[in-house]
């Protein structure tokens, strides 16, 4: 599987995130956050039994910090509070994001192509977002670009760090045990517990965990790893478009006329963003390596 299609199947399968937290899950972000990342790193650290070598130890902190922790927690503050599609829908942000700071930190000075397509998309973002009955939150909608932030953040970062010395399944459940933990002792602290835990709380849980945490963030960091966090990240486009898509299936949202060609407008800055003039192809595809020893 490309780096591509593992970054298109990752954020799909991301994009069912928002209908199962909130038909299947309690209504305590903090903990279903914690369980998620929790249980992601054991079913993968299950299978990669691999310490990282000392010099990882603070690298995986900061990551599983960014691309899990924080990303976690806020995600499911905004999908509470947030309508699905709304919430998902500024996950189209994230190309935006990595784009300037894979300049900012990677000296990768975007093209106007890429920069045209992310425009593309974030004009598709505001004609699905802004209808009179939306919902809108101020704090669900500043979680929602924090955890895109996040995410794009830590991408980026990894790029910049090079390739880890572990397999790809134990430097992924490494990041999310970090994560786990620290959303484990958040959700304690701050007392977001659930009365009552059902068998339908179970089951999402254990999808939450494994086939929408602990599968996706293996094929997501592996396209990450050998395309490049500002190749890959336009696919955070897919995310929104599948839960824009749930919505209306599975809870009867009906999409109005504008919103759908918002919807189409982000799918057209996808397929412009991987669009490369041959001249520039084989550049595109080269991902900055730094030696570790020099970021230890």
Do not use: C
């Amino acid at each position: 599987m490309g780096p591509k299609t593992s970054a298109a199947v990752a954020t799909i399968l991301w994009g069912f995130t928002y209908v199962v937290s909130t038909t299947l899950l309690p209504h305590n972000p903090l903990l279903v956050a914690a369980v998620r990342a929790l249980g992601g790193a054991f079913a993968l650290l299950l299978f990669a039994r691999h310490l990282p070598p000392p010099g990882w130890w603070n690298k995986l902190i900061v990551l599983g910090t960014l691309n899990a922790g924080l990303f976690f927690a806020l995600l499911f503050i905004s999908a509470m509070r947030l309508p699905g599609g709304v919430a998902a829908i500024f996950q189209a942000l994230g190309p935006l994001f990595a784009i300037l700071l894979g300049w900012a930190i990677l000296k990768m000075k975007p093209s106007l192509l890429k920069i045209a397509s992310v425009l593309i998309g974030v004009v598709g973002v505001a004609l699905v977002v802004l209808k009179g009955n939306a919902g809108l939150d101020a704090i669900g909608i500043a979680a929602a670009l924090g955890g895109t932030l996040s995410l794009a953040l830590g991408g980026v970062l990894m790029n910049k760090w090079g390739k880890p010395p572990i397999s790809m399944l134990a430097f992924t459940g490494w990041q999310l045990l970090v994560a786990g933990i620290e959303l484990l002792l958040v959700a304690l602290l701050a007392g977001d517990l659930p009365t009552v835990i059902t068998v339908t709380h179970i089951a999402g849980f254990v999808i939450l965990a494994v086939l929408l945490t602990a599968v996706p963030f293996v094929l997501w960091f592996g396209a990450i790893a050998r395309a490049g966090m500002v190749v890959v990240a336009p696919f955070f486009l897919l995310v929104p478009i599948t839960a824009f898509v749930l919505d209306a299936l599975i809870k009867g949202f009906v999409p109005t006329g504008l919103q759908i060609v918002g919807a189409v407008i982000v799918v057209a800055g996808l397929l412009l963003s991987q669009w490369t003039p041959k001249a520039r192809r084989k550049h595109s595809r080269k991902v900055p390596q730094v030696p570790h020893a020099k970021h230890s």
